[in-house]
């Protein structure tokens, strides 16, 4: 079969090499992709929001499947083209990528349907929200409606954090029109989980449950980023959680998006804060995470394009997904400065050996460059955790570019909630 894998990032490099072990693939393109994927598939310069031109080349090259991974061609309705002219998909339509589009959205069918989550109020207008502001809990969170490249979740701490959010989001039009309407919410406590799930519309399937680590800087301090790496499985995720958020979250919300005339099929991420009341949602996403996705698949035993076939054609069965029962990390290398100011453009030395998922790279004369914050992502698996950071570690010391930056402690604060501290 021929694949198309719609993307740029470390998730899609991922999405793409676990692909290449399936028996029925013969040939993978990326559009765009990035350097470090060329030799696990054959880039091709088409951006992925240029939807039209993306159904073109699926058309004229007799893609026999396609897997479209980031958020924005989603929401742009990529997979409805694609459908359109007969080619099947991998990810929801646009009517259901609202889930991760529309905040306003995802907060309103939780309430409608009865859905765990934070307390929240809508705002169109700046003078509401200030003035809704004036008595407002602190802390709170302020949240753009429409996408941001996740950075549209302002944490603020004081009223004058939350007032200069609402300037921000909403005057000054920071995140452009995702921020014509935002919505200000309880703040919740507790550990975090990120369970990503496989879904037909009826059936869902988790995947095993990762941890993320936003921050750029050890300790959970500095600027929030895309994500400087990940663990699987979270300690914090517990079999009774598990069961727990199947009846009380992840059903309730399939069917919820049936019920709205939105069938869900695709990858279904689940943000979730494991507070004192019980788990409740932080966030939907309507695709793979990243860099969740990273410490995921690898773990995953059974064939992708199997599973991802299955979600399309509504056949998806608990026996089809199975996960090894070790552990992963992957370990986060950025261009020093990350997400702030960061220089480009310096030769990235690759071990023969080990898991690396490329991110932000670019393949000029035979040389991969740097070309982005998020460089790439060291991953290793093991038996146990302990075992699968010391060796994503081990990996990032054979991995050199000029300014490389990691985060030291990926991985420290779930060890430590398995010793229980």
């Known amino acids: 079969m021929k694949i198309l894998v719609v993307g740029s990032g470390g998730r899609e490099h991922a999405i793409i090499k676990k ?11 990326a559009l765009p992709g990035n350097g470090g994927m060329a030799k696990d598939a054959t880039l091709v310069p088409i951006g992925a929001k240029e939807i039209d031109k993306i159904a073109a080349f699926a058309k004229e090259n007799a893609i026999d499947y396609a897997v479209v991974a980031p958020d924005d061609p989603l929401v742009l309705g990529c997979v409805d083209a694609l459908n359109a002219i007969g080619i099947p998909c991998f990810g929801p339509e646009a009517k259901a990528a609202i889930i991760e589009g529309s905040k306003v959205f995802s907060k309103n069918l939780m309430k409608k ?9 809508v705002f169109e207008n700046p003078e509401d929200a200030l003035r809704y502001l004036e008595t407002a809990p602190i802390p709170t969170v302020v949240k753009a409606d429409g996408l941001a490249l996740g950075k549209g979740v302002i944490i603020a701490t004081t009223r004058e954090m939350a007032i200069a959010a609402v300037h921000d989001i909403m005057e000054d039009k920071v995140f452009g029109a995702s921020g014509n309407r935002i919505v200000i919410e309880e703040f919740l406590e507790g550990p975090e989980v990120s369970v990503l799930s496989f879904t037909d519309g009826k059936t869902v399937v988790p995947m095993v449950s990762s941890m993320d680590h936003k921050r750029a800087l050890d300790g959970d301090q500095g600027l929030n980023t895309g994500g400087m790496g990940t663990i699987a499985p979270n300690p914090y995720y517990t079999d009774a959680i598990a069961k727990e958020c199947m009846q009380k979250i992840f059903l309730p919300t399939i069917r919820a998006m049936e019920a709205e005339g939105r069938t869900f099929k695709g990858c279904l991420y689940f943000g979730l804060m494991l507070t004192k009341d019980g788990p409740k949602v932080i966030e939907y996403n309507c695709r793979f995470g990243d860099p969740e996705t990273q410490v995921v698949l690898p773990l995953l035993e059974s064939d992708l394009l199997e599973i991802m076939e299955a979600t399309t054609n509504g056949t998806l069965t608990e026996d089809m997904v199975r996960f090894s029962k070790g552990a992963a990390c992957c370990v986060v290398m950025a261009s020093e400065g990350y997400p702030g100011k960061y220089e480009t453009g310096f030769e990235i030395t690759l071990p023969e050996d080990g898991l690396v998922y490329v991110a932000g790279a670019k393949l000029i004369d035979g040389k991969l460059l740097t070309a982005g914050g998020r460089v790439l992502g060291a991953v290793a698996t093991a038996d146990t955790l302990e075992n699968a950071i010391e060796d994503a570690y081990k990996l990032t010391k054979k991995i050199h570019f000029a300014n490389a930056y990691c985060r030291k402690d990926i991985g420290q604060k779930a060890l430590a909630a398995k010793e229980g501290k």
């Open 113 to 121: 349907y009865g859905i765990p989550t934070a307390g929240y109020e």
């Open 19 to 29: 692909l290449k072990e399936s028996k029925h693939v013969d040939e993978i393109f």
